[in-house]
């Protein structure tokens, strides 16, 4: 119980005072999910997909006020990307970013831990398979989510156990990222980091937080979604995949091979903030500056 106490008090800080809907997780075992409510409505917010045999994610997003949905999964320019997901890209020489199932997953554990009020958590564990169908990495993903009505705010604490001995080679993405439904040549849409670089010019480039706007169907205005890191990270503040259909994400393995040792565990820790209407980068500085304690 003394991990969740502390963990609750990182989280209560991290979002402030503002004032939090109460919120419900439901968990199917048909489905292999879990869904997060208002209470009272019966549409999801967010759905946490934990397959069995393929890497979790989460899918669909929907915005705040329940005007569109901000993620997409498997599109065809990018047929591997699922919402929101973890993916290394190489480990130990394996691809864990492009191989989202094919035996390259192994669910361990599925869990709700907070299922209902002002802020609801919920965690997944899975194993990373070698060739031979061997672990050699433990993933935990723990989740926590607080909605404030215009905005909702998802605290991600990933860890990462090695098994065996762990490379992780030097690539240009890999870890979380994020994947909204944005077709270049054919919506609008803009990426935005912490330096007030925009899209190809945010590629590569070190960040505190990226944001992507884009026009969504069945929006008047454009939904967004804001990535925090985190000064804990390694190599903070870390680079940045900025593709070039918008996807997302901070890249811990572009500045260069790292590894974990047999028996050491790696965590990794960020914030998403989901929101609707216009962008505006002092209002995530004081995300980012709450979120980070500095």
Known sequence: MRKITVLFGYILISFGSVFADSLKLVESEENESISV??????????????????????????????????????????????????????????????????GYWKREESRIIVGDGELAQWETVYVLLDESGEPLMRESQLWSIRDTGERYFIDLIWSGEALVDLEFDEYSYGGLFLRMPYKRGESEGLAVNSSRQENQRAEGQRAMWVDVGMEIEGREDWGHITILDHPDNRNFPQMWRVDRQLGIGPAPSRMGTWSIRRGDTETYKHQIVVYGGEFNDLTNNDFWKSYSGQ
């Open 37 to 102: 409510f208002r209470v009272g409505s019966s549409e999801p917010l967010l759905v946490q997909s934990a397959r069995e045999d393929h890497r979790p994610y989460l899918h669909p997003i929907v915005s705040p006020d329940g005007k569109g949905i901000l993620t997409e999964y498997s599109p065809g320019h990018h047929p591997h990307q699922t919402g929101l997901y973890w993916g290394f890209t190489r480990i130990n020489g394996r691809d864990y970013f492009h191989n989202p199932s094919n």
